[in-house]
């Protein structure tokens, strides 16, 4: 009886840790492989090397004013945000679109420790590349990627932006999957509130007002967290993968003026 019993505790572990798998694996990373050549383009090239492939960098057409490492979301690649590099070259940013370890052509296995451990990694070649000021970017996943890194990096960092974040992952999941006891079976945790609480550079939040994959209340708890300098966008009638399309120029200038604005 009792080899009985205990073959039943370790087929629930089992099953319990094939659910952790399964829910984390879905909820979280949804990674597209392609090919460097797949990615490269005219304005945006292998960084720092087609050999040692860590992104895409794109650099501005005249004098450079810094260097912004973007962070992107839970799908695709790195390539498919092009978009900030057109909107930061033209403020005279260098913009390097880096890449996770398992998405587009890189080799690997997502998970939080991996992708904060890679995070860290590149913020601190792009520092000794290119110096200060150096910006981080981080939209939906990537916000908690950089927030994890950036606060374990804060000393070659001059400013967080965060779009479409969370405070803490588990609050989304249990958004998502009321039914399930997310606490206890996710561990990829993502806690900005806690990586943040001692960061001590400006964040900007940026929100989507209608977002339906990371409720806006969500972001505005974390800015609520945030010890300072600090500040909230609320990005009006946008959704979690459109609010790009609600901003122009005149956003983006002011969304990084008060991130530099230490610098100037």
């Not at 374990?152 to 399930?180: C, N, Q, S």
Request: hydrophobic letters at 45%; one cysteine or more.
């Amino acid at each position: 009886m009792p080899e009985r019993n205990g073959a039943t505790s370790s087929l629930r572990g089992l099953v319990l840790l094939e659910g952790v798998a399964m829910l984390q694996e879905r909820f979280l990373y949804f990674p597209e492989k392609v090919a460097i050549e797949d990615v490269v383009s005219e304005r945006l090239v292998t960084w720092p090397t087609t050999e040692a492939f860590r992104g895409l960098v794109g650099e501005p057409p005249g004098t450079v004013r810094g260097t912004a490492i973007v962070f992107h979301g839970n799908a695709g690649h790195a390539g498919h945000r092009s978009f900030y590099a057109s909107a930061l070259n033209r403020l005279g940013l260098r913009v390097i679109l880096a890449e996770y370890p398992g998405y587009g052509p890189r080799e690997g296995s997502p998970n939080e420790a991996c992708l904060v451990v890679d995070a860290q990694e590149a913020i601190g070649l792009a520092h000794r590349l290119y110096g200060a000021p150096l910006l981080l970017i981080g939209e939906s996943l990537g916000a908690g990627v950089a927030a994890a890194a950036g606060s374990r990096e804060r000393d070659k960092v001059a400013g967080l932006m965060l779009i479409t974040p969370w405070d803490k992952l588990e609050h989304v999941a249990a958004f998502h999957y009321p039914w399930a006891p997310v606490k206890w079976l996710m561990h990829d945790r993502y806690d900005s509130v806690t990586h943040l609480a001692a960061f001590g550079q400006p964040v900007l939040v940026v929100v989507a007002e209608r977002d339906s994959i990371v409720p806006a209340r969500f972001g505005e708890a974390l800015h609520s967290a945030l010890p300072g300098p600090k500040q909230l966008k609320i990005v009006e009638a946008a959704e979690h993968n459109d609010w790009i399309g609600h901003v122009d120029d005149s956003w983006w200038r002011e969304a990084i003026s008060f991130l530099r604005a230490p610098d100037q």
